[in-house]
Structure formats: C-alpha cells, structure tokens
C-alpha cells in the first residue's frame, strides 16, 4: 500500500525558515512525481511545488519561487520542501502528493495524498 507521511511543520515568525518532509512507502521515486500542496482555512487547496522522480525537475508556484526550494533522497524515500523567509500568508496545511504520470499544480494529477502538516506563520 502507498503511503505518504509529512513531517516538519510548526510555529515560525515572518522570515523564518523551515524545512519539512515527505517520507514514502509502499513505491520508489522512479517515475512520475511528488508535489506538495498547501490549504489554509477557507481557502481552495493550491499546489506549491513539485519534483520529478527521474530526474529531478521541479516547478514552482509563482508565490512562492525564490523563497521555497523542493528537493529529494531517493535512498531515504523522502522529498523535502526549504521554505525561507516564510510569511503570514504562508500559513496553511502542506500535504505532500504522489503522481504516476504527468506533473503540475493541480491537485486533479496526483492519486495518492498524505495527512498533512500544519505551518503556522506568526509574530
């Protein structure tokens, strides 16, 4: 079975940094992706970021492109989203998502979801 653990959320006040992860079991980051995603209250889930199993290209949600770095150890199973000089607007829940295929932001492409993290962003 395929299983999707996030892992490193927290309180952090503007401008700070975090780094969560995303541990999986049950298949191996050889083909299609991982995308992380992320849901504040009242809000529609939006993708974030994502990464590609082969080779590595990854895509960026305009809002965050400079400030979050998405990256993966495919020895360890595990992709991991850097997220920099964090801001209030970042405030959400971050789950990370599995595709067999294509790759974007949109929640539609990925089959298998995580329970997520919460990120809380502060002062």
């Known amino acids: 079975q395929v299983q999707l653990v996030e892992s490193g959320g927290g309180l952090v006040q503007p401008g700070g940094s975090l780094r969560l992860s995303c541990v999986a079991s049950?298949?191996?980051?050889?083909?299609?992706?991982i995308g992380w995603f992320r849901q504040a209250p009242g809000k529609k889930r939006e993708g974030v970021s994502w990464i590609r199993n082969s080779d590595g290209a990854t895509g960026y949600a305009d809002s965050v492109k400079g400030r979050f770095t998405i990256s993966r150890d495919k020895a360890k199973n595990t992709v991991y989203l850097q997220m920099n000089n964090l801001k209030p607007e970042d405030t959400a829940n971050y789950y990370c998502?599995?595709?067999?295929?294509?790759?974007?932001?949109?929640?539609?492409?990925?089959?298998?979801w995580g329970q997520g993290t919460q990120v809380t962003v502060s002062s």
């Open positions: 998502a599995r595709s067999r295929g294509l790759l974007g932001l949109a929640p539609v492409l990925y089959a298998y």
């Open positions: 049950g298949f191996t980051l050889d083909d299609g992706g």
